[in-house]
């Protein structure tokens, strides 16, 4: 079932903030607190954010890229998160980061005690805390997006 949005309006906007104004405004502040205050280096959280939005197949999430002070990741960072486990462009943070991504989408149940030690060596456990409510809110928010075919109907603005 996709969202039939009315003429002139925004699809994400629409359906985030009027339809569900209650619940779908507390939703967009949550996405916009993980971009705006997280404290992850920007590969790591764009290892995350791009492999959930792989995941996902939302075309708005895998279109975009986060941009701090300035700086994105470089074009071709989409096809090192793809190839994360042997690719030469990622630090074991990031490396890390697309491999959690992955399996909290896809096994959360297999998360073992070997995983949570390599995690330990290179995160905080306030990192890892954030880290997981990050990709919960894009894994919850690009599925949603996904779903209604929002990601179809919008159109990116060009940086």
Same mark, same amino acid.
């Given at each position: 079932? @996709? ?6 309006? /925004? ?32 590969? #790591?959280? %764009? ?8 995941? @996902? ?5 895998? /279109?975009? &890229?986060? %941009?701090? /002070? ?14 994360? =486990? ?6 074991? &943070? ?19 005690? #070997? ?5 330990? %060596?290179?995160?905080?456990?306030? #990192?890892?805390? #954030? ?11 690009? =599925?949603? @997006?996904?779903?209604?075919?929002? /990601? ?8």
């Amino acid at each position: 079932m @996709n969202i039939d949005i009315p003429e002139g309006k /925004d699809p994400i906007g629409y359906v985030w903030g009027e339809m569900v104004p209650g619940i779908g405004v507390a939703a967009a502040g949550l996405s916009l607190a993980v971009y705006q205050h997280t404290t992850l280096g920007l590969r #790591e959280f %764009e290892a995350a954010r791009l492999r959930i939005a792989q995941i @996902n197949g939302c075309m708005f999430c895998l /279109d975009w &890229r986060t %941009e701090r /002070d300035g700086v994105k990741v470089e074009d071709d960072f989409i096809d090192a998160v793809t190839q994360w =486990r042997t690719t030469d462009a990622f630090d074991d &943070r990031a490396r890390l980061a697309a491999e959690y991504a992955e399996r909290y989408a896809l096994d959360h149940h297999g998360l073992d005690e #070997e995983f949570w030690s390599r995690m330990a %060596e290179h995160y905080s456990q306030a #990192e890892v805390v #954030e880290l997981t409510m990050s990709i919960g809110a894009w894994l919850a928010f690009g =599925r949603l @997006n996904r779903v209604f075919g929002l /990601d179809a109907m919008c159109v990116l603005p060009k940086f």
